[in-house]
């Protein structure tokens, strides 16, 4: 069974940085491609960043020189790098992976993700 289980949210002030991890159990976060997510109180969830081949992370406009994503290479962890934080950037972060089965003996990646996390939170203040 997959599990996915962020970590490292917390508080922080304007200008500071928080790390966040995502572990997963029964899974790897490299077999296709993997995310972060948030989602703020009254809002809808945005994608923060994917990550799918090593050196290749994309961002939302609103964090991107702020945020950094990487992936152990083993796949069992994703990190979410976040500096110079915003009061904007206070949500619930969630890591994201898509899915793959075997088809006619070939891998296949999920459209979607298929696999989330529980969440953790950030709360960033002025």
């Known amino acids: 069974q997959v599990r996915l289980e962020e970590s490292g949210g917390g508080s922080v002030q304007a200008g500071g940085s928080l790390k966040l991890s995502c572990t997963a159990f029964?899974?790897?976060?490299?077999?296709?491609?993997s995310a972060w997510f948030r989602q703020a109180p009254g809002k809808e969830r945005e994608l923060v960043s994917t990550?799918?081949?090593?050196?290749?992370?994309t961002y939302a406009d609103s964090v991107k020189g702020r945020f950094t994503t990487s992936r152990d290479y083993d796949g069992r962890r994703l990190y979410l790098e976040m500096k110079k934080l915003e009061i904007d950037d206070s949500a619930v972060y969630y890591c994201?992976?898509?899915?793959?089965?075997?088809?006619?003996?070939?891998?296949?990646?999920?459209?979607?993700?298929?696999?989330w996390g529980q969440g953790t939170q950030v709360t960033v203040s002025s």
């Open positions: 029964g899974y790897v976060l490299n077999a296709c491609g």
């Open positions: 990550i799918y081949r090593p050196g290749t992370a």
């Open positions: 994201s992976a898509k899915g793959r089965s075997v088809v006619e003996g070939n891998y296949k990646c999920s459209e979607d993700f298929q696999f």
